[in-house]
């Protein structure tokens, strides 16, 4: 671990007069950043009780409160928990009691998303209750490096939300990213997640760069956003390209000084359309909350990126815990031997920099076995050490006693023309293992099945227990967190849900509209063959 925490390098911007925050038309200078992290540190101090863990939760859009409150965190050895305001009722309070929050910070705008009954207070930003503290200067002695100063909330799209633990040291050490203080880096990504953290904001303050926020991802204001800050730099996640690309187009479009954007969970069909429109290259990389793995990035059409030097990174199957072969991929890009070469993503030299969930030991040690650790994602490597992409675990399909990953599914339904998303999940079938269904987006939720069977039958790529026999068309995919695809509320509704349901018995046949008789014949199929507790509707919990 390094032997410095966040807070050395806050206390290093003391005196920095060059701009370090912007909010609209606001500005601080990193000296007036400090001064006020400074503040909030005292305040901290006197209000935490020292009996209790310190942890404090933030409920909170990307404003400056949340910076400033977080770097006063940093100063003072306390854990900020950044609560997602995208969850609702008992969800968001679970997630609350499960960090040990002493209290939430929030603002009136939030302040309806907390159960009035809770024990866990709220304080709002708008009585600054730090403002007896004004002037109080830098500790005269800086927290542990050791100290915890993140918990970080997995994105819940396979499993109830995890708390990551992140220590001070941990994150001073991976923050240096090579930016300078001539950086303008725009901050639109939640700050209550790894890709704005570890991507962007750390990386900003060790380098002196600008840390431009803006509160909510705006499609439309993207753009002028950039041009208007001087922006260089970028982070994005899961689907924001898409929107952008969603956007009209505009003479505009590259009357910017963005450098480069960094684009995880980014599908390569939008990042290669958003270099084209914008004449930025898009890097999407590795990276999880978790930290057990670090990936170098890769220029490469769609890959996560090389092993760094000195690390034993490599692909295992999830049944056996053999090495899978190394990826046959042709002159197309296209895999020939998925199933003897896409397996889970394994670190064997280390777990890098994981230092575990808070209060879930049985996670711990699904991740950490041995020694090693499992990061859960499914991937592949080509012959020269690139790593690409494959899905989750828990996104396995299992068809006529076959297991595949969803993700290269995806990737090949993905270039039929008018498609703007695709989620492939297993769902239950009435006689054994899962069908595949797709879940396509298309701009008015109208597609021609037919024609969309016949380009599917033809693809060199798609394995032949690969095709969708239920397809479902949405106007819009739902999504969780910072816009990943929710996969378990599909998979969790099915067929059972208003959106247009296309059925066909066999991969090669005829889609047909599912009506409520085709869906009361399934269910008695499932009961005919014994499998009533596998129906959707039957195994639903809660």
């Given at each position: 671990?390094?032997?410095?925490?966040?807070?050395?390098?806050?206390?290093?911007?003391?005196?920095?007069?060059?701009?370090?925050?912007?909010?609209?038309?606001?500005?601080?200078?990193?000296?007036?950043?400090?001064?006020?992290?400074?503040?909030?540190?005292?305040?901290?101090?006197?209000?935490?009780?020292p009996?209790?863990?310190?942890?404090?939760?933030?409920?909170?859009?990307?404003?400056?409160?949340?910076?400033?409150?977080?770097?006063?965190?940093?100063?003072?050895?306390?854990c900020?928990?950044?609560i997602?305001?995208?969850?609702?009722?008992?969800?968001?309070?679970?997630?609350?009691?499960?960090?040990?929050?002493?209290?939430?910070?929030?603002?009136?705008?939030?302040?309806?998303?907390?159960?009035?009954d809770?024990?866990?207070p709220?304080?709002?930003?708008?009585?600054?209750?730090?403002?007896?503290?004004?002037?109080?200067?830098?500790?005269?002695?800086?927290?542990?490096?050791?100290?915890?100063?993140?918990?970080?909330?997995?994105?819940?799209?396979?499993?109830?939300p995890?708390?990551?633990?992140?220590?001070?040291?941990?994150?001073?050490?991976?923050?240096?990213?090579?930016?300078?203080?001539?950086?303008?880096?725009?901050?639109?990504?939640?700050?209550?997640?790894?890709?704005?953290?570890?991507?962007?904001?750390f990386?900003?303050?060790?380098?002196?760069a600008?840390?431009?926020?803006?509160?909510?991802?705006s499609?439309?204001?993207?753009?002028?956003?950039?041009?208007?800050?001087?922006?260089?730099?970028?982070?994005?996640?899961g689907?924001a390209?898409?929107?952008?690309?969603?956007?009209?187009?505009s003479?505009?479009?590259?009357?910017?000084?963005?450098?480069?954007?960094?684009?995880?969970e980014?599908?390569?069909?939008?990042?290669?359309?958003?270099?084209?429109?914008?004449?930025?290259?898009?890097?999407?990389?590795?990276g999880?909350?978790?930290?057990?793995?670090?990936?170098?990035?890769?220029?490469?059409?769609?890959?996560?990126?090389?092993?760094?030097?000195?690390?034993?990174?490599?692909?295992?199957?999830?049944?056996?815990?053999?090495?899978?072969?190394?990826?046959?991929?042709?002159?197309?890009?296209?895999l020939?031997?998925?199933?003897?070469?896409?397996?889970?993503?394994?670190?064997?030299?280390?777990?890098?920099?994981?230092e575990?969930?808070w209060?879930?030991?049985?996670?711990?040690?699904?991740?950490?076995?041995?020694?090693?650790?499992?990061?859960?994602?499914?991937a592949?490597?080509?012959?020269?050490?690139?790593?690409y992409?494959?899905?989750?675990?828990?996104?396995?399909?299992?068809?006529?006693?076959?297991?595949?990953?969803?993700?290269?599914?995806?990737?090949?339904?993905?270039?039929?023309?008018?498609?703007?998303?695709v989620?492939?999940?297993g769902?239950?079938?009435?006689?054994?293992?899962?069908r595949?269904?797709?879940?396509?987006?298309?701009?008015?939720?109208?597609?021609?099945?037919?024609?969309?069977?016949?380009?599917?039958?033809?693809?060199?790529?798609?394995?032949?227990?690969?095709?969708?026999?239920?397809?479902?068309?949405?106007?819009?995919?739902?999504?969780?967190?910072?816009?990943?695809?929710?996969?378990r509320?599909?998979?969790?509704?099915?067929?059972?849900?208003?959106?247009?349901?296309?059925?066909r018995?066999?991969?090669?046949?005829?889609?047909?509209?599912?009506?409520?008789?085709?869906?009361?014949?399934?269910?008695?199929a499932?009961?005919?063959?014994?499998?009533s507790?596998?129906?959707?509707?039957?195994?639903?919990?809660?």
């Amino acid at each position: 671990m390094s032997g410095i925490g966040v807070a050395e390098l806050i206390a290093s911007r003391a005196a920095d007069d060059s701009i370090g925050l912007v909010a609209g038309d606001q500005t601080w200078t990193w000296r007036e950043v400090v001064a006020e992290a400074a503040t909030r540190a005292q305040w901290l101090h006197e209000v935490l009780d020292p009996n209790r863990p310190a942890n404090i939760g933030l409920l909170l859009d990307n404003t400056p409160d949340y910076v400033l409150t977080l770097f006063g965190a940093a100063l003072a050895g306390t854990c900020v928990v950044g609560i997602n305001a995208t969850r609702r009722g008992t969800e968001l309070e679970r997630d609350i009691a499960h960090t040990d929050c002493q209290f939430v910070l929030s603002d009136h705008a939030h302040l309806g998303l907390r159960d009035p009954d809770s024990t866990i207070p709220t304080v709002l930003v708008e009585d600054t209750p730090w403002a007896p503290h004004a002037g109080a200067g830098l500790p005269t002695s800086l927290p542990d490096p050791n100290s915890l100063l993140l918990l970080i909330f997995t994105s819940g799209s396979t499993s109830a939300p995890k708390a990551v633990r992140r220590s001070s040291g941990r994150v001073a050490a991976a923050a240096p990213l090579g930016f300078s203080p001539d950086d303008g880096m725009y901050c639109a990504m939640p700050l209550i997640h790894g890709n704005a953290l570890f991507g962007l904001l750390f990386p900003a303050l060790a380098a002196g760069a600008r840390i431009i926020l803006r509160e909510k991802f705006s499609a439309s204001q993207w753009l002028d956003d950039v041009i208007t800050q001087d922006a260089t730099f970028t982070t994005s996640v899961g689907r924001a390209l898409a929107y952008l690309l969603a956007t009209p187009p505009s003479d505009a479009d590259r009357n910017h000084m963005l450098k480069i954007v960094l684009a995880p969970e980014t599908s390569p069909t939008d990042a290669a359309a958003f270099t084209e429109r914008f004449g930025v290259p898009v890097v999407t990389g590795y990276g999880s909350s978790e930290g057990g793995i670090t990936l170098l990035p890769s220029r490469r059409h769609g890959a996560l990126g090389r092993a760094p030097a000195g690390t034993e990174i490599t692909v295992l199957d999830p049944a056996t815990g053999r090495e899978q072969d190394v990826a046959d991929i042709d002159e197309n890009g296209l895999l020939r031997n998925p199933d003897r070469a896409i397996g889970e993503l394994v670190r064997r030299d280390s777990t890098g920099s994981f230092e575990g969930y808070w209060g879930n030991p049985e996670a711990d040690t699904d991740r950490v076995r041995d020694g090693w650790f499992y990061s859960g994602d499914l991937a592949y490597r080509d012959a020269d050490g690139v790593f690409y992409f494959a899905g989750r675990v828990g996104d396995w399909l299992r068809v006529d006693s076959e297991n595949f990953a969803a993700a290269p599914i995806e990737r090949i339904l993905g270039r039929y023309d008018g498609v703007d998303g695709v989620a492939v999940y297993g769902v239950p079938d009435a006689h054994s293992g899962d069908r595949v269904m797709a879940a396509v987006e298309v701009p008015d939720g109208t597609l021609d099945l037919d024609d969309f069977a016949r380009w599917i039958d033809v693809q060199p790529d798609l394995g032949t227990k690969w095709a969708p026999t239920v397809v479902r068309l949405c106007e819009r995919l739902p999504t969780v967190g910072h816009d990943k695809i929710d996969r378990r509320a599909l998979q969790r509704e099915a067929w059972l849900t208003a959106d247009p349901i296309w059925w066909r018995d066999r991969r090669d046949g005829e889609f047909r509209r599912l009506d409520d008789a085709a869906r009361d014949a399934i269910r008695s199929a499932f009961a005919e063959h014994g499998r009533s507790n596998l129906h959707p509707e039957d195994s639903r919990v809660g």
